[in-house]
């Protein structure tokens, strides 16, 4: 449960501390709007822990926000906030090369890992670290500004000093840095892990009361047996990490790619940035990969987990329907029957950067095949794939799936 972002029950002349380990203080941090300028945001803010942790905001149409509104209360980003969830196992941001599994690809070489969509901080507190003092997310002035919040409350005083040492607040880094380490202790707990979701269940033993059983004809299976083809869809190829099987799948090899993602032409109109800016992903953005045009556009490949209830998805929240992102991987390649962009009723947007475009990946397996010669009925292997990431969400998070899409999925 998270706690309350105003101290905890030694204030009150408790014996016991307010925060006993460094993750209950990282979770209190979490979720302390103290930490922002006007005291109205929180980590939790955009990484809300109801909604798998991302931003649970809406529009006026009751759709998912793409981006995060600011602690001034106008101030907009042009990046959808990923979830926290599971990002505690991105490797540290490097220049590498990983396995792949059920691709008919070579493995990968090149740059992964790293937190944010463009691996510019390394690790949990590195990342932890950024959103106090982006002036367009908590707006603090410096790392001295959010001290002096700590050094507000007693509680943290109090536990600062009995987790980090009597003198840390002698040194401003030193004290900040100790604050992100907290959080991203609270963020390396079970809570961010819990690898419970149906398809965990589905690997456990038959006779486990906690299994569960896909149905051997059932949509699901049937995504299931799509997703992990070699021959049939490239989604393993970027989006599997392990052997099949493995029980801690995170769903992303945390590869960079450019797919061609159009721009997000509301959220430009909404935060100003104009029709000349571009997001150049990766290479913009990470001072270790410099100005390497190569690299313009990519961005890291995100967990699936609990990406039926994460929407609106890409890195700037274009899309807000898992069919919708996975027809749109379908309209490059040759003979798709998906022309049109079901969410504008119009043909697809231009990527926003049209370097870089990862042919190799983006092209590989056959087209979905649609119900309809004309692709104007839903296609089945398009439902089904969208039943088998259904069955990625975390047990916390299946009551945001209604009962009747689990149904119609489940049916043989």
């Known amino acids: 449960m998270m706690l309350a972002a105003c101290g905890g029950s030694g204030s009150s002349g408790s014996d016991e501390p307010a925060f006993s380990s460094k993750e209950a203080l ?93 691996g510019r901080a390394a690790g949990l507190a590195a990342q932890a670290g950024g959103p106090p003092l982006n002036p367009i997310e908590m707006g603090m002035a410096d790392r001295a500004s959010v001290v002096d919040r700590l050094l507000e409350n007693q509680d943290y005083v109090e536990a600062f000093e009995r987790l980090y040492g009597s003198d840390v607040f002698n040194d401003t880094d030193t004290a900040y840095s100790a604050m992100t380490n907290a959080i991203a202790a609270f963020e390396n707990t ?40 070699q021959q049939f869809t490239n989604c393993a190829t970027c989006h599997q990490l392990n052997r099949q099987g493995s029980s801690t799948e995170t769903f992303t090899g945390y590869e960079f790619h450019n797919i061609g993602v159009p721009v997000n032409t509301a959220v430009r109109t909404a935060n100003g940035l104009g029709d000349e800016f571009i997001d150049t992903g990766l290479q913009g953005n990470n001072d270790t990969v410099g100005d390497d ?68 990946e983006m092209l590989d397996g056959r087209l979905f095949r649609t119900t309809d010669s004309d692709g104007s009925g839903e296609s089945d292997e398009i439902e089904a794939m969208v039943c088998f990431l259904m069955t990625l969400t975390d047990a916390r998070y299946e009551h945001l799936i209604s009962d009747e899409e689990w149904e119609t999925c489940e049916a043989e």
């Not at 209360?73 to 090369?97: E, I, K, T």
């Not at 690997?203 to 799509?226: E, M, Q, R, W």
């Not at 274009?318 to 119009?346: C, M, Q, R």
Request: proline share 4%; charged share 20%.
């Open 26 to 118: 990282g979770e209190n941090l979490f979720s302390d709007v103290n930490l922002s300028m006007n005291r109205t945001q929180s980590c939790a803010t955009c990484h809300d822990p109801d909604k798998a942790f991302t931003d649970s905001a809406t529009n006026t149409d009751g759709s998912t926000v793409a981006v995060s509104t600011g602690d001034d209360g106008v101030s907009l980003g042009d990046r959808n906030a990923p979830s926290a969830l599971y990002a505690m196992f991105a490797p540290a941001f490097q220049n590498g090369s990983r396995n792949r599994f059920n691709s008919q690809q070579d493995d990968y070489s090149g740059w992964m890992g790293g937190q944010f969509h463009d």
């Open 293 to 360: 045009a190569t690299q313009t556009g990519k961005f890291k490949t995100p967990t699936l987990r609990n990406v039926a209830v994460t929407e609106p998805y890409m890195h700037n929240g274009v899309f807000n329907e898992l069919a919708t992102v996975l027809k749109f991987y379908d309209h490059f390649k040759t003979g798709s029957a998906f022309t049109i962009n079901p969410e504008t009723g119009v043909e697809w947007a231009e990527p926003e950067v049209a370097e870089n475009f990862a042919e190799a």
């Open 190 to 229: 079970d809570e961010f892990a819990p690898f419970d979701s149906k398809y965990d269940r589905s690997l456990l033993d038959s006779d486990d009361p906690n299994y569960y059983n896909y149905g051997v004809i059932s949509k699901v299976a049937s995504g299931k047996a799509l997703f992990f083809s």
